[in-house]
């Protein structure tokens, strides 16, 4: 039985076709890349799961019922989550505040949101910046809050956009390791990655996009030795 379920899934902003028939699946515990070409349509589909668009066609479920039309809210307290590729956090905001936004989305309580946004901060290592104001934090701090907020919603699936895009080259291998630590807790996590020693290193699967479509779905050795995926993407120097 899968937990996710994206079926002929299209939506098109104006003239562009930014997801076209996708189709996959992501079983309960699963680690799955999502990799793709600048604008093949990645967050669109991040997007469409979590409520933010609405597809043209297509289904969504969760544990075989059609989220499709559900709100954000309404997905978050199903259980899934999602990390934005564009950090966002409310710089005059501390950090355990920022964390409580996501914890209110699970609870009204303030006291249960605040203890659910400090085991979140815990849980990504920035316990000990809770009452930072976000705005001062580094960037690879920044994507740990973003990882925290959603954390705090109590998610079943998480939906990670390039939760290493833009930070520097010694701050991956620390994010890499809490991916891995939070899939080892037993949650399913989807990660848009543009970085393939990371996605060969964590996946257990790849969705691999090309103008919206899905041109290949398979496990990571079986994906880098793809003809289409090499050439739309990988590019000769990897196919040498
Ligand atoms: P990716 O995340 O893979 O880089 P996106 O999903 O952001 O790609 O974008 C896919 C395509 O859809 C792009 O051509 C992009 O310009 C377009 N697009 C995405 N969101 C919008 C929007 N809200 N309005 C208009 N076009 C959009
Ligand atoms: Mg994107």
Redesign the pocket.
Known sequence: MSLLAVAGVTKR??G?V?NRDVTFEIRPGELVGVI??????????FDLITGF?RPDAGTVRLDGRDVTRLRPDEISRLGVARTF?KLRPFPGMTTLENVMIGAFQKTSDVGAAREAARAALAAVGLADRADAHAGGLSTGQRKRLELARALATGPRLLLLDEVTGGVDQATVPGLVRLVRDLHATGLALVV?EHNMRVIMDIAQRVVA?QL?EVIADAPPAEIVRDPRVIDVYLGEAWRA
């Open positions: 902003f104006g562009v930014a793709g070409p600048n604008g093949a349509g990645k967050s669109t589909l668009e590729q848009i996009l919206g």
